[in-house]
């Protein structure tokens, strides 16, 4: 290269360089001309520069174009002269910088060589690490595809092959724990060989087949002679069927599934031997339990006894004396029967040890223990039946019998049951029960005892009839006692509406509500027919007071608020008790009562005018004289008369009231009279009169 020679030839010059020998001398003075030049477009640039503040300056300071271009001219040559003398001063550096050029040139030119090694190398790498993840995919197929096969035929393997310990416990071993698993798989292999196609046609299958089914029939044969026999130890005498169920039979649920499975008609051998011992032994039971409830049954109601009929037909009277009075009290009086409703949840009673003590009881506590019973054993036998079988049908076929026994008893007792109250607490009884039932979400039941509270209320409907009849039907003369006070059928109809009421408080049954308003109607008829037999009319308003006051307080005392009988008689006895009153002023003060209703209370002057003292002074004189005896006789006679002794105080109270009433309005008239004033000395007081009405409307 010749830039080695250059840069040392300048090294040599380099105090003497002149820039002259090279450029020579500028001849900037001279005038260049050409005849080429052209002034075309001249003007077109002028306008151009108009703008131009420079070209502006120039033009207004009048300098000349061609000076001042030279002069500019000048200024660029000596820049390019001193950009040349800058570059000289640098032209080591230029060398230098161009030896490290060419030796970075040639180092990368062998980088480039290794490189391209490298690249060459690394490609044949890429190919081989292709190949060899070729093989590896290849290879982890194969072992997918023997692992799957290992897998498969394993199982396969595993499924068909029988070991020869389950053999031993299958054929010589007893039914237990152990029995159980080799059950489970023995099904599972006769399932595995029925489930599967291609097993069938495997040669292994051909080996084994005959001996899964020579098990199969042993284990059979072994399982039914097994729980057969645990059926039959349900028959013993004395045994509980629960623990034996719940403790025994369950524990060997899975012999009942493997014949469900695989021995089809052996499992309804077993399914009907099951259904026919429940069915003898719980129809056993419940038989003998019926049995020995009888002996404790007490008889409350026969066909007489009815609201409508007289004492003495009952032969109550000329009675053994076998029954006691609260016994018969009890036909038509609700009294602690009650509490059986409140003892629903208590278990049956226990027959014996109620014999043993000489109890007796009522037929709806026998009843109540009856249904108890009953509803907890089917709870039981459901839950178990589901859970050993897995049908709730079976429950049906073993209760056909203990149903069966249970209804033939209870019709015969329902056909000749005439107690009322009896019968409709049996209906409450079912009802809790059906509750019961439904909260333990056991339905087994709901048909049995639909039909049971289906039977009882129309025999609820006839006895009921029959006390209503009886009333309507009643032999007036016959029950007719020459007696005011409460007759005996107000007493034993109060008592029969107040238990009624109280049964179905909390049940609002609108048809009992109804029959009750019938059965009101029938008591008030009869009550006027009665009445209408005393010859006083006095005596018939005392007996209805009497009667209808008894009413209305055993009604209060059931804590019903008697609904809508006690309403109806309250207002009838205002009615009796305002006739009653006046009938007893009547008797005694029948002038004075006579004159005061002849004379309005807002009388005139000119009316009053026409009343002599002539006419009042014997009725003024007469009141005087006697109005304490008068009192003191009403007295003896509210006392005597009615039974109820605050009924008669509030009955005295009121006629006393009335008379007060009846003597202001005639010593009122006797002050409008003229001359009146006269009288005043045979007045009484008002006060005098109060003070005898507090004397005997004080109360015990």
């Known amino acids: 290269m010749e830039a080695v020679p250059a840069a040392e030839a300048l090294d040599g010059h380099k105090d003497r360089f002149d820039l002259g020998v090279f450029v020579g001398d500028l001849a900037l003075d001279e005038e260049l001309t050409s005849d080429d030049e052209s002034l075309e477009g001249l003007q077109q640039e002028l306008d151009d520069c108009k703008n131009d503040q420079e070209v502006a300056n120039i033009l207004a300071n009048g300098i000349k174009l061609r000076a001042y271009t030279k002069g500019v001219e000048n200024n660029i040559r000596q820049v390019e002269l001193d950009s040349i003398q800058d570059y000289i001063k640098e032209s080591e550096n230029l060398v230098l910088l161009h030896d490290q050029i060419r030796d970075c040139d040639n180092i990368l030119s062998q980088m480039e060589t290794v490189l391209t090694g490298f690249q060459t190398e690394i490609g044949s790498i890429s190919s081989e690490i292709k190949v060899l993840q070729e093989k590896s995919m290849d290879m982890g197929l194969k072992l997918k595809n023997r692992k799957a096969a290992e897998s498969k035929l394993s199982k396969f393997v595993e499924d068909i092959i029988v070991p020869p310990r389950m053999i031993d416990i299958i054929v010589d071993g007893e039914v237990n724990d152990e029995y159980m698993r080799a059950l489970k798989t023995l099904s599972k292999k006769i399932k595995f060989i029925d489930a599967d196609p291609m097993v069938k046609s495997s040669k292994a299958l051909k080996d084994v087949q005959p001996e899964v089914e020579r098990l199969r029939q042993k284990a059979v044969s072994k399982i039914f002679e097994f729980v057969i026999q645990k059926f039959y130890a349900l028959r013993k005498p004395k045994t509980n069927i629960q623990i034996l169920q719940q403790s025994v039979l369950l524990k060997y649920k899975y012999t009942i599934i493997f014949l469900k499975e695989h021995a089809k ?260 008829d009869l009550l006027v027919k009665l009445a209408k037999m005393f010859s006083k009319p006095k005596l018939q308003t005392i007996f209805l007071i009497n009667n209808y006051d008894l009413t209305i307080a055993i009604l209060k005392e059931a804590g019903t608020e008697g609904g809508k009988a006690q309403l109806h008689f309250e207002e009838v006895l205002k009615s009796n008790i305002a006739i009653y009153v006046e009938e007893l002023l009547q008797e005694h003060f029948s002038d004075l009562i006579r004159f005061v209703k002849t004379r309005p209370a807002d009388e005139t002057a000119t009316s009053s005018e026409k009343v002599s003292i002539s006419e009042v002074e014997p009725l003024v004189k007469d009141f005087a004289s006697r109005y304490k005896a008068a009192i003191e006789l009403m007295h003896k006679d509210v006392i005597t008369s009615f039974s109820n002794f605050l009924c008669g105080m509030e009955i005295l109270r009121s006629a006393l009231a009335q008379l007060l009433l009846y003597y202001t309005r005639l010593t009122e008239c006797v002050k409008r009279i003229n001359g009146g004033s006269a009288l005043n000395k045979d007045l009484v007081s008002i006060s005098s009169i109060l003070f005898e009405i507090k004397k005997y409307s004080r109360t015990f």
């Not at 609260?326 to 009673?349: C, M, Y």
Request: proline letters at 3%.
């Open 265 to 524: 008609e052996i499992y309804a051998e077993v399914r009907a031997a099951y259904i026919d011992t429940m069915n003898k032994v719980l129809s056993a039971h419940f038989r003998a339990y019926i049995q020995a409830l009888e002996k404790l049954q007490m008889d409350i109601a026969t066909s007489t006894d009815l609201l409508g009929v007289e004492t003495r037909s009952t032969g109550f009277l000329f009675s053994i004396g076998k029954e006691s009075l609260k016994t018969r009290s009890s036909v038509f009086a609700l009294g602690e029967r009650i509490n059986i409703l409140k003892e629903i949840d208590q278990p049956a009673l226990i027959p014996h040890i109620a014999e043993a003590k000489s109890q007796k009881y009522p037929y709806e506590v026998l009843f109540r223990s009856l249904q108890k019973l009953l509803i907890n054993t089917a709870t039981s036998e459901y839950l178990f039946t589901d859970d050993f079988f897995g049908e709730e049908s079976i429950f049906h076929d073993i209760f056909a019998g203990p149903i069966q026994v249970i209804d033939e008893h209870f019709n015969a007792v329902l056909l000749n049951c005439y107690d009322a109250i009896g019968i409709m607490l049996m209906i409450r009884i079912i009802h809790q029960h059906q509750l019961i039932m439904f909260r333990r979400r056991i339905p087994c039941l709901d048909s049995y005892l639909d039909k049971v509270n289906m039977s009882l209320w129309p025999r609820f409907k006839m006895v009921f009839d029959l006390h209503l009849n009886s009333l309507r039907n009643a032999n007036i003369k016959t029950l007719w006692e020459d007696d005011v006070h409460p007759h005996y059928v107000t007493r034993r109809y109060a008592e029969f509406t107040a238990s009624l009421v109280h049964l179905n408080v909390e049940h609002g049954d609108g048809q009992l509500d109804l029959n009750l308003e019938r059965l009101r109607m029938a008591i008030e």
